[in-house]
Structure formats: structure tokens, C-alpha cells
């Protein structure tokens, strides 16, 4: 994690680039939480900043110590998480906020709540004591993400490539009204999804899939927060559910899902446990996939912000299926991975602004 270089596309002038070491402030009451984060962040390169036990030790310290990224735990005394996040993106409106916690139906929704009122990011710490198998992925998962975060929008690219990649996009496509929209997102996504999806009818004509890297538990309660945010339908995924127009399918945490065509021809959903593709389950690559395979070019594909390159070969199938597709660009990205290894393949139809992908999906897709 030191040292991240990234390939040329092709032109001499680009040049490898090495982002600066990510500066990170933990706020969590759990001493052992704080000793163990800050060794696995040091030990990755990043540079831990500072450290508060509470809400009003991370307010009185957030201006001088500059952090890129602010690890914040939900339950702490005195002012929960919650409750200090709007003071602490006041106080430092560059510092992106991460939500840590142990996952429990609470405080599950808190963080929902939280990822709506500006956090980029939830974490889910091991519930019980730190020498569970559990560890392990915890730990990769806080490294990637704060470093993930930390390269942003346009550190992931040699110099020069974003701008050369962002310019290639064109807004303005138009074609035949989708039978359906999938969509892949991970890293701030779900600000994202509430940004896009606002702006369509509350009956869209289409189903809507959506696979946004997540655990257990928060999805459900992501299609609670976007129903109550858009006005349409949506669920946690059911295996084996009719798929049906005007209805927001979101894959089920630690769970794939794809499209499958039933006996009587009618497409349905298909959750499954297989292995996790570029470490994600859900994974963006199966949906993407399979409505490829079902729908073909009446399919309309949309990437949303995200590190890694989770969805580029789903992507590609898409592509070769004749599918319309839909990046964010990268200003508005909260990470361009995942948007921008489609725009680098040169897979995508559109490149947009989130400002702008709602307005331009809702007059492709219609409604009632």
C-alpha cells in the first residue's frame, strides 16, 4: 500500500504517480479498537494523526490535525456518532467520514442514516473479541478503504489519463426506452443511489437492479432509506421474485444476485452464496452478466462511484450484448475505480455528473 503505481495507457508523457500516505484521525471510545486500527494503518503507511475517545475530542482536534479520512465508531459517550458527524464535516468539510461499528440491527440503521447525511463509508467491526476469523477481513477492508478513499478521484490514474478518459465521455446519447437499468456502485454509493434514483417517476417503466457493496443487514435497510427518499418500491432481493417494472431490487449483503429466465420465460431473481468475485459479494460482475445474457441491448447499465474494478467484466459482457452504459465521472466521484476501468476500457456510452445522471436516466426510462 506504500507504494501504488499504476500502468501507462499508452503515451510516454504519462507518468506513474505514488499518492501521498492517507492522514487519518480514529474516534472510537474502545481503547483496544484504536491500538489495533492505528498499528494495521501504520503498518499499511498511512499516518494516524489522531486519536479521540469521544464526539468532543475529535471536534476540538479535527482542524489541527487536518485527517483526510475520520474513522468514526457510533456509540460513544456523550455524543454518539451520529450526532458529531455534521459538526466534525462542518469543523473540516475536506475530511471524508467513515462509519465504524460492530453490526447490530441499531446500529445498522444508524449508519444508514449516517451514509444520508454525508459519511462515504461503512465498516463493520467484529462483534465480539479481536481474534476471530472475522479480523482479517476487517482489517483489509479498513486498509483498502482508507487508502482507496485516500487516491480519490484521480490519483488511481497516471497523470493525464483521467482528463484524457473524462473527455472521452459524451452526454447526450439517446436511445430506445430500457426494459431494465442494473447498476453497480460501492464506495459512496449510496449517496449516489439517492442522488440518481430521485429524480425518476415514482412508477419507472423499468425494473431497477442495483448491486451496492454492502454487508448483511445494511441492505435491507437501504431499500427502507430509498423508498422513503425517491418514493419508489424498494427491497432486499428475493430469490426466485418476479421481476417486475416500477420495483428496486438491491442484492442481499454477502449474497450475489443475477437475472435468470423461469420456465414460463418469465426473468426472475437468483440470490446465491457462489464465492465472492474481486473479493465483493454481492459483486457488480454476476448481475451485470446475466442481464447482459437475458435483456441484451434492451438493458440500460449504470456505474456508480467505487474502488477497484468490481463490474468490469460484467461490463464488458454488457458491451458485447449491445446495452447502453452509464459512467459517473470523476469529480463526482467519491472513488473513480469502478466508473473509471469502464471509461479506460472504453465501455462507456456516457460519462456524467451525478447532478446530471438523474434527469438524463429519468428521461430515458420514463414512467407514469
Same mark, same amino acid.
Given at each position: ?172 446519447? /439517446? ?9 453497480? #456502485?460501492?464506495?459512496? +454509493?449510496? =449517496? &449516489? *443511489?439517492?442522488?440518481? $434514483? ?82 465483493? /459479494? ?9 442481464? #447482459?445474457?437475458?435483456? +441484451?441491448? =434492451? &438493458? *440500460?447499465?449504470?456505474? $456508480? ?64
Amino acid at each position: 500500500m506504500k507504494n501504488i503505481a499504476t500502468k501507462s495507457p499508452g503515451s510516454e508523457r504519462h507518468k506513474t504517480i505514488h499518492p501521498p500516505a492517507p492522514r487519518v484521525m480514529l474516534v472510537d471510545d474502545s481503547g483496544i479498537s484504536r491500538v489495533l486500527m492505528a498499528r494495521w494503518l501504520d503498518e499499511s503507511g498511512a499516518q494516524v494523526v489522531s486519536q479521540a475517545s469521544n464526539g468532543r475530542e475529535a471536534l476540538a482536534n479535527i482542524a489541527s490535525a487536518r485527517p483526510d479520512i475520520v474513522l468514526l465508531d457510533i456509540e460513544m459517550p456523550g455524543k454518539s456518532g451520529i450526532e458529531i458527524l455534521p459538526l466534525l464535516r462542518e469543523a473540516s468539510p475536506q475530511s471524508r467520514i467513515v462509519m465504524v461499528s460492530t453490526l447490530t440491527q441499531r446500529n445498522a440503521a444508524i449508519t444508514m442514516e449516517a451514509l444520508s447525511a454525508g459519511a462515504v463509508e461503512a465498516l463493520a467491526k467484529p462483534n465480539s473479541d479481536w481474534s476471530g476469523s472475522s479480523v482479517a477481513e476487517f482489517r483489509r477492508r479498513l486498509v483498502e478503504t482508507v487508502w482507496g478513499i485516500c487516491q480519490g478521484s484521480e490519483a488511481a490514474w497516471p497523470v493525464g489519463a483521467a482528463a484524457e478518459v473524462r473527455s472521452a465521455g459524451r452526454a447526450g446519447t /439517446r436511445r430506445a426506452r430500457p426494459s431494465i437499468v442494473a447498476i453497480g #456502485a460501492s464506495t459512496g +454509493g449510496p =449517496a &449516489a *443511489l439517492f442522488s440518481l $434514483l430521485k429524480h425518476l417517476p415514482k412508477a419507472p417503466r423499468v425494473p431497477i437492479l442495483i448491486a451496492q457493496h454492502m454487508p448483511p443487514m445494511f441492505t435491507g435497510l437501504l431499500g427502507t432509506h430509498l423508498t422513503r427518499q425517491t418514493g419508489i418500491s424498494s427491497a432486499e432481493a428475493v430469490h426466485d421474485d418476479a421481476i417486475t417494472q416500477g420495483q428496486i431490487y438491491i442484492a442481499p449483503g454477502a449474497h450475489h444476485m443475477s437475472v435468470r429466465r423461469a420456465a414460463d420465460g418469465t426473468p426472475r431473481i437468483r440470490i446465491t452464496d457462489d464465492p465472492p468475485e474481486n473479493f465483493c /459479494r454481492p459483486s457488480v460482475n454476476p448481475l451485470f452478466r446475466s442481464v #447482459a445474457d437475458i435483456y +441484451g441491448s =434492451a &438493458a *440500460l447499465a449504470i456505474m $456508480l462511484t467505487g474502488m477497484g474494478k468490481d463490474g468490469l467484466e460484467g461490463t464488458k459482457a454488457m458491451r458485447a450484448a449491445g446495452a447502453h452504459i452509464l459512467a459517473q465521472d470523476a469529480v463526482s466521484s467519491i472513488v473513480w475505480g469502478m466508473p473509471g476501468a469502464i471509461v479506460h476500457e472504453g465501455l462507456a456510452d456516457d460519462v456524467l455528473s451525478i447532478e446530471d445522471m438523474g434527469p438524463f436516466v429519468a428521461d430515458l426510462v420514463g414512467g407514469s
